[in-house]
């Protein structure tokens, strides 16, 4: 299995990061300490899930506590290019349901836009 690696593309706005490699039990601390530095309330959050072929409930449990976060300091967080492995767990666990999900990051990027503009 390839390490977990994470980056950071920040754009005005909105924080773009793109997570390659599986999310699960062996790599959630590393997960949650990357998460840590947290952008700033209000802002939209982006997560490229393009590279990630599996996603277990621990790596599923940190996505969404993120996401509760930033939608306490008014901020959203938004799933792009989800592969079908973990497109299936969001599924099953009603996740599709709560948090957006977009085809490409292109799009993600602009309804995340939309919406800041749309909350000014």
Known sequence: MPPLTLLRREQPGVTVIVVSGELDATN??????????????GHQ??????????????????LLAFATDRFRRSGAVRLAAVQPLPARLLDITGVLGHLPVHDTVEEAVAAARAAAERSV
Request: glycine share 4%; aromatic share 12%; no cysteine.
């Open 28 to 41: 959630r601390a590393q997960f949650e300490s990357f998460l840590r530095d947290r952008p700033e309330p």
């Open 45 to 62: 959050v982006v997560f490229d899930l393009a590279r990630v072929p599996f996603v277990d409930s621990s790596g599923l449990h940190v």
